[in-house]
């Protein structure tokens, strides 16, 4: 089955800073990747997602490439804010099958 | 409501008694996931439904571990003789397609 790793586990960065997060995979049949912020003691959200169709998707300062080839994707975030702040998971899902497999996420810290 | 609704927020159980949590998805969506997350860790995947219709169970750990979803919209994950390893956030999850997941914000089960 799909297996996700994620890196780094933890990031502190500089307010305004940039940050980056990677993820790969394992199953070629792979071709939807979300990302998910959770903040402390709050639910899971979409920020960004990409389909295996495409390289590159920007959402404002958030953006996401992925390398199909070497079955890796990164979540970019630029000019990082304090509200930033937060676990940041990514996932994986192929088209036939409904699960979702979320790497082990990333605690971000954006320090003011 | 507009979201995900979980419930109860938090659960204290004692080795070996039984436990239901419910989940109550948003209107019309016909996906939903139950998830297990272990602090510190990613989601990991339980079961899924497609209306009423159990479609995948394989990331039940044990027949300890059942769900329903007998309308094919409010769902309960019920947990027999609780253990100690069974202490986790239990995430319901619901989507219209299978794109967006619609999280809420868990229940907390704590055995002790």
């Known amino acids: 089955g799909e297996n996700v790793e994620q890196h780094p586990s933890t990031l502190s960065v500089q307010e305004g800073d940039s940050a980056v997060i990677k993820c790969t995979y394992s199953d070629s049949a792979s071709n939807y990747f979300p990302w998910y912020k959770q903040e402390l003691g709050k639910r899971p959200q979409l920020i960004i997602d990409i389909r295996s169709n495409v390289g590159e998707k920007k959402d404002q300062r958030i953006a996401v490439t992925l390398n199909k080839t070497a079955k890796h994707f990164s979540l970019h975030i630029t000019e990082t804010q304090p509200e930033d702040s937060a676990v940041y998971f990514c996932?994986?899902?192929?088209?036939?099958?409904?699960?979702?497999?979320f790497g082990p996420g990333t605690r971000l810290s954006v320090l003011p | 409501g507009a979201g995900v609704s979980q419930s109860p927020r938090y659960k204290v159980a004692k080795r070996g008694q039984d436990v239901a949590l419910r989940c109550d998805p948003i209107?019309?969506?016909?996906?939903l996931f139950w998830y297990q997350q272990a602090l510190g860790q990613g989601p990991e995947f339980l079961t899924y439904f497609q209306n009423e219709a159990q479609l995948d169970k394989s990331g039940l750990p044990s027949d300890r571990f059942f769900a329903e979803r007998p309308e094919g919209s409010v769902s309960t994950l019920k947990i027999q003789r609780t253990q100690q390893e069974d202490s986790a956030v239990y995430l319901c999850a619901s989507s219209l397609g299978l794109r967006e997941l619609f999280f809420g914000e868990g229940s907390r089960l704590t055995v002790l």
């Open positions: 996932a994986a899902k192929d088209n036939y099958g409904q699960n979702f497999v």
């Open positions: 209107s019309g969506h016909v996906s």
